[in-house]
């Protein structure tokens, strides 16, 4: 079985709350980007790539079950003054700020589209922001797939049959 840190499917976000690790198994339901925010600040997400992802899909669910206005340039503020607002939450996170830059941009370019509404800047939002996890869930797979593989390869124990292996993650 594989440990899920994000659950998300439209308009639901579930996060893997990493304080209660290793002794229990519970989810967080986000629902808004003040969710997100306080659940990166206080580190029930962990890890630069998660907490980039926690933020751009909890934003993207409180813009699917919101009441938006239907004027491109007010969901492309709306959009930015919330990215803004993530960000506070772990200022240095490197992985956080640039989501946020390029999910701006995102926003930006949809809202200047001829014939833009604020419907077509939402999904434009979202769909950016559920390619980003799409994109994550990939990049881990390929390096757990040639990771292990190079290990294999390339240690004395692979050689000889099953290889044990201890891995060390600081982010907490």
Avoid at 61 to 78: C, G, M, R
Avoid at 157 to 164: E, L, M, Q
Wanted: aromatic share 4%; hydrophobic share 40%.
């Amino acid at each position: 079985m594989v440990l899920q840190a994000i659950k998300y499917s439209r308009g639901q976000l579930e996060i893997l709350d990493q304080l209660k690790l290793p002794h229990a198994e519970e989810y967080d339901h986000i629902y808004s980007s003040t969710d997100a925010w306080h659940a990166i600040k206080d580190m029930r997400t962990r890890g630069a790539p998660a907490i980039a992802i926690v933020a751009a899909l909890a934003l993207a669910v409180e813009l699917t079950n919101l009441k938006l206005s239907s004027v491109a340039e007010e969901v492309e503020v709306f959009v930015e003054e919330k990215l803004d607002y993530l960000v506070t939450s772990r200022p240095t996170a490197v992985n956080l700020a640039d989501a946020a830059g390029k999910l701006r941009k995102i926003t930006k370019n949809a809202a200047a589209k001829e014939g833009a509404n604020g419907e077509s800047v939402r999904e434009a939002y979202v769909q950016a922001a559920e390619q980003m996890l799409i994109d994550d869930v990939s990049d881990n797979e390929n390096i757990g797939k040639h990771g292990a593989e190079w290990i294999v390869k390339n240690s004395p124990a692979g050689k000889k049959g099953p290889v044990s292996m201890l891995t060390h993650c600081n982010t907490g």
